[in-house]
């Protein structure tokens, strides 16, 4: 339906400005990714068309895709799993990726930004469910790998990425996104630029526990449409 982006983006910004309200943030705190992966091309510019400022993709080669056909300028965020083989791919084409988990990772993507003369943010994963099914480091290893990442050139690490379990019921992230928070906070100023947490179904919580970036899909586009690339990037 024509205008329903446009209406849903704003629905989301209106919830992320009252759940920032009520623990006395100002909405201006939290960035809104507007999460396309699986969407079209027209939709994506529909988005943009209606005020989205930060685009977030899960995969390398779709993210290329959009990127050849868009010349708006937004800032692009890879939010789903990266492959070190891709890694060269996704320092050329994202702004901010939220998922390094690994000083091997780290290394290969501070190469080819240092080769493209790119300064890229980065956000350490953190495995906050303990879930095996998800990727991140361990709680405990967050803060040694993003000392790690300060050591690089061509990146810049920014600050924490992380899910909670999934649940119907928001409340229960809660706990896992305070968990998040306390090991941001605890990390030298330096590296507290971004606090990346909360989806379509939990963003409000975790707007109210601190989030910085919220990463909103469903929320704004509907469900999920079915993806026709083959790539093996995970889908958070």
């Known amino acids: 339906m024509p205008g329903e982006v446009a209406r849903n983006l704003q629905g989301v910004r209106e919830r992320i400005a009252r759940a920032a309200s009520r623990v006395g943030r100002s909405p201006d705190e939290v960035t809104l990714v507007v999460v396309t992966k699986t969407w079209p091309t ?14 977030g993709e899960n995969y390398v080669q779709e993210a290329r895709e959009k990127r050849a056909q868009i010349p708006d300028p937004v800032t692009w965020h890879l939010i789903g799993h990266l492959q070190s083989n891709k890694a060269g791919q996704a320092a050329a084409l994202f702004d901010i990726i939220h998922t390094v988990d690994s000083l091997h990772l780290a290394e290969r993507l501070s190469r080819h930004a240092v080769a493209a003369g790119r300064n890229l943010e980065v956000l350490v994963e953190v495995n906050i469910s303990g879930e095996a099914s998800k990727f991140g480091v361990a709680p405990e290893e967050a803060g040694a790998l993003m000392d790690a990442l300060g050591a690089l050139p ?9 899910m909670p379990p999934f649940s119907a019921d928001p409340e229960e992230a809660r706990p896992y996104f305070r968990r998040l928070r306390a090991l941001w906070e605890a990390l030298p100023p330096a590296y507290r630029r ?23 899909g469903s929320a704004i586009f509907g469900p999920r449409r079915a993806r026709a690339t083959g790539t093996h990037d995970r889908q958070p």
């Open 154 to 162: 061509g990146i810049r690490p920014s600050g924490l990425m992380g």
């Open 194 to 216: 971004h606090l990346s947490m909360g989806m379509s179904g939990d963003f409000e919580v975790a707007v109210e526990e601190g989030a910085t970036l919220v990463r909103v």
């Open 42 to 55: 027209e939709v994506v510019r529909e988005a943009i068309a209606a005020g989205a400022e930060h685009i």
